[in-house]
């Protein structure tokens, strides 16, 4: 194989999870803008992520999140996933929007709160049971706002009970997914805030515990491609949230505010062989202001043209200006590939594999858009706030 066709083979088997509440309308606690055409429930969810697919050819798996996709019945809702050409991805937890978490869920002082919230992640993985579902996504809100409110090393103790009893629950092929962030909604201290945390959990429960890197989950500056790295070198590293921020969890658009970040990450997944590993490529984010469908669409473009960038890469160049100690021809062979513009080539893959080569174009003529508007009244909020 040539190198552009094994660059072109790469782009062509990947793929990026969407998440169901991306569809959803969404917003601010200050507003939520509703969207004409929204779905009304998961199951138009789902519908909106298979256009996502069929334009885009890479977008195979939909993130779920309980109870916002709360149903009756989770084999037909991934039965229904099926007949439009997608699958459930990873489940989502949530224990954050119940009264009860007002001081933690799996960290609260209280046993019979942490009962109901391991409860609740026994729950999903139920639900991963009947949907054919991998992974069971875990972040935490818990914290505290103030300093003395908690016993610190206690709710560590708390969390790690929490999560093994969840881990034995897991079956074969099924992982557990653990997210980090910094801060919000507690302030003072948060029980998950950092890879470190979220890591030596994953390493004491065992292999099938990995960590979650949401790329807005961290402090302004932060090296997030040198985590990516260290995990990766520690088969330790489960998946992303992919979005974009400016100022802390603004969930934009991925590649919008930092593009030469996203693919200073992914050059690092491809260094570290990400690609062949299961490392799950997931969005999360939401639209409050834009266009969902196309918005999602634009995403996954993004990843795809920092992904492109990340193989293009001249790995024996880089290896030798580095042996060599030569900084700036290092730095150059990095900036050449990332300064490539990747367009035309993804528009060759594209029509390789049967696609419109301009997925926003195709989707906007498509007369889905239209069909919905027409059709759905009374669109589901996608969950925060609700
Ligand atoms: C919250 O800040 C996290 O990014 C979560 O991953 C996510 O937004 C939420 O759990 C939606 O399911
Ligand atoms: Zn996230
Ligand atoms: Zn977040």
């Given amino acids: 194989m040539t190198e552009l066709a094994a660059v072109k083979a790469a782009l062509k088997t990947q793929a990026v999870e969407t998440p169901s509440w991306a569809y959803g309308n969404s917003g601010t606690r200050f507003k939520v803008f509703a ?43 991934a039965a229904h996933a099926e007949k439009r050409g997608v699958r459930i991805g990873a489940i989502n937890s949530n224990t954050f929007q119940d009264d009860a978490y007002k001081l933690g869920s799996v960290c609260h002082p209280d046993p019979a709160v942490r009962r109901k919230a391991v409860d609740h992640l ?6 991963m049971d009947a949907t054919g579902s991998h992974d069971l996504k875990l972040w935490f809100a818990d914290g505290t706002n103030y300093p003395g409110q908690d016993d610190v090393r206690s709710r560590q103790d708390r969390l790690a009970e929490g999560l093994a009893e ?6 074969e092929g099924q992982r557990m997914l653990l997210e980090y962030k910094l801060f919000e909604p507690a302030f003072y201290t948060t029980d998950v805030p950092d890879w470190g945390t979220a890591y ?9 515990a990995q960590v979650v890197v949401d790329t807005g989950h961290h402090a302004p500056g932060t090296n997030i491609e ?45 260094r570290g062989d990400g690609f062949t590993s299961d490392v799950a490529f997931m969005l999360d984010q939401c639209h409050n202001i834009e266009a969902k469908i196309p918005a999602i669409i634009r995403s996954v473009m993004n990843v795809q043209e920092a992904t492109a ?20 021809e290092a730095n150059a062979v990095l900036m050449d590939a990332y300064n490539t513009d990747v367009r035309p ?12 080569p301009e997925p926003l174009k195709a989707y906007r003529s498509c007369g889905w858009a239209e069909k919905v508007v027409a059709e759905r009244v009374g669109g589901q909020q996608a969950g925060w706030g609700a």
């Fill in 35 to 77: 969207q004409a055409g929204v779905p009304r429930d998961p199951f138009e969810k789902l519908d909106d992520a298979a256009k996502v697919h069929e334009f885009t050819g890479v977008a195979p798996t939909v993130a779920l999140h309980i109870p916002w996709d709360r149903v009756d019945d989770y084999a037909a809702l």
């Fill in 122 to 127: 026994l729950e999903c993985v139920d639900i």
């Fill in 166 to 171: 969840v881990y034995e629950r897991l079956g």
């Fill in 200 to 208: 030596a959990h994953c390493l004491k429960l065992g292999e099938k």
């Fill in 226 to 270: 040198f985590i990516v790295a260290t995990l990766l070198r520690e088969g330790k590293l489960g998946g992303f949230d992919f979005n974009s921020r400016f100022y802390a969890d603004d969930d934009l658009m991925v590649g919008a505010a930092d593009p030469f970040q996203l693919f200073r990450i992914m050059y690092e997944v491809v």
């Fill in 309 to 328: 960038k990340a193989l293009l890469v001249d790995g024996p160049a880089l290896a030798a200006a580095q042996a060599a100690g030569d900084v700036l």
């Fill in 345 to 356: 080539l993804l528009r060759e893959v594209r029509e390789e594999m049967g696609l419109e």
